[in-house]
């Protein structure tokens, strides 16, 4: 008999999330517990940002239901990738009447994940701002806007900060999650690369969310123009060929 944490038959809520392929932003259905999806338009393989073991995270018998024990997992993982799972719960759950808010969110998620490995930074920072700017930015209903021209909502910057005090994410952090955060709100620019890889996320984000209809010296000149890192940069000359 297997363990009813563990059965999908015992699950409640939604057993399957749909998230978009970091690479060309179509949407791949992914089971909760499942470690990675990958997309049948392009192929590419990513891990799911938002894994829910259950009680197999706590359980003495987790290796012998699994096969692994989820804690050794997570901690070979980097706690960045914890708190980004938790945080993402917590997105879930405080907009699971918006997926499409939800939608936006994973995808900018997965451009951070990428470009902060890339680039540098504090993941813990990065992740945790391109998460919570993505619902703010989602819900001012200008989210066709570059992030550095939308205002973020003071309750849920309020919210998120609360959010990060209970996911134990210390205060130096915090601070600095804000900070980005309000950057955006007033449209004021850094120099930080955790707030240039979060503006990247979103551009990104919404440039695979689009049909481009223009050329592509068009394309070139709107990537020199709206992204600030090589990565980002990279990464959207990829997509006007996917």
């Known amino acids: 008999m297997k363990c009813p944490g563990q059965d999908r038959r015992y699950w409640k809520g939604n057993a399957v999330i749909e998230i978009p392929c970091p690479e060309c932003g179509n949407a791949v259905e992914i089971f909760r517990d499942e470690s990675s999806g990958r997309c049948r338009r392009c192929g590419h393989k990513f891990l799911n940002p938002g894994t829910d073991l259950g009680c197999a995270q706590w359980c003495s018998l987790a290796n012998e239901c699994l096969g692994f024990t989820p804690q050794r997992e997570l901690a070979s993982d980097g706690t960045e990738s914890a708190l980004a799972a938790r945080l993402i719960q917590w997105v879930e759950q405080e907009f ?47 989210a066709e806007n570059p992030p550095e021209q939308c205002a973020c909502r003071s309750e849920t910057t309020a919210k998120a900060r609360e959010a990060l005090k209970h996911m134990r994410l210390d205060e130096a952090a915090i601070q600095r999650v804000c900070q980005i955060l309000e950057s955006c709100r007033k449209g004021e620019d850094s120099d930080a690369i955790e707030f240039q890889i979060v503006c990247d996320s979103q551009s990104l984000a919404k440039l695979a969310a689009e049909q481009f209809m223009g050329t592509p010296s068009e394309w070139e000149n709107m990537i020199r123009t709206s992204l600030r890192t090589e990565t980002a940069k990279n990464k959207a000359r990829g997509l006007l060929h996917t």
């Open 96 to 142: 699971k009447s918006d997926p499409a808010c939800i939608a936006h969110e994973l995808r900018v998620f997965q451009y951070a994940k990428e470009l902060v490995k890339n680039e540098g930074g504090d993941p813990r920072v990065v992740l945790s701002a391109a998460l919570l700017l993505a619902t703010s930015v989602h819900n001012t209903g200008n």
